[in-house]
């Protein structure tokens, strides 16, 4: 399909780890990223991989990359309650970002 | 300043009315994209500029949707003789250049309702 699909909700508790799933279209895509929204706020990315990479890992944040099946993924190590927020991916298509639906994430304590 | 700066914040307008959203981008960045978020949806792409004309104007919903960017710098988005429908937060994005590589930056967006 064209959609950037995602789960739309994810509930964990405090200190666990958090495991966000994209599934993306455009397999020519340079670039997949990873926004942050939190309420009432903008869109802040987070972060992106490129193409030719498998994975990446950024502190916390680990994303992972399977391009034969377009699948990519967020974790999220020892989350906080202020990772509490929605996560977008978002991929390049004709030179402008195509965002997925986005998941929400609620960490409890 | 040193983010990308929307106005007004909130806006309630009768339908039929017309509205404009104003968008400050990043001072230097040449690329800008106005995207707009309904409630529970996704975020939905509007227009794309570089500089001050509009590659992709694909996303516009209708010819009640327009918008401008003046000196490369601001720009206006505006909608005609609104809708309910139209009722949505228009988060407005700049970049130092194509999306390509380069972080997009957003506002904190405007939230639109139509009553």
């Known amino acids: 399909g064209e959609d950037v699909e995602q789960s739309l909700f994810l509930s964990v508790r405090e200190g666990d780890s958090s495991v966000i799933n994209c599934t993306y279209t455009?397999?020519?895509?340079?670039?997949l990223y990873w926004y942050k929204q939190e309420p009432g706020a903008g869109l802040q990315l987070l972060t992106y991989i490129f193409s030719n990479m498998d994975m990446k890992q950024d502190q916390r944040l680990t994303v992972l990359l399977n391009k034969k099946d377009k699948h990519l993924s967020l974790r999220i190590a020892d989350t906080q309650t202020g990772d509490s927020a929605i996560y977008f991916c978002a991929e390049i298509r004709f030179q402008k970002l195509v965002f997925g639906t986005g998941t929400r994430l609620l960490v409890s304590p | 300043g040193a983010g990308v700066s929307q106005s007004p914040s909130n806006k309630v307008t009768e339908k039929g009315k017309d509205v404009e959203l104003r968008c400050d981008p990043i001072s230097g960045h040449t690329a800008l994209y106005w995207y707009r978020q309904s409630l529970g949806q996704g975020l939905e792409f509007l227009i794309y500029?570089?500089?001050?004309?509009?590659?992709?104007k694909s996303g516009l919903p209708s010819d009640r949707f327009s918008a401008e960017r003046t000196g490369g710098s601001v720009s206006t988005l505006t909608i005609q003789r609104t809708q309910q429908e139209d009722s949505a937060v228009y988060l407005c994005?700049?970049?130092?250049?194509?999306?390509?590589?380069?972080?997009?930056?957003f506002g904190q967006g405007t939230r639109l309702t139509v009553v």
């Open positions: 455009d397999s020519s895509s340079t670039y």
């Open positions: 500029f570089q500089g001050n004309s509009a590659p992709d």
């Open positions: 994005a700049s970049s130092p250049r194509q999306w390509v590589d380069t972080e997009a930056f």
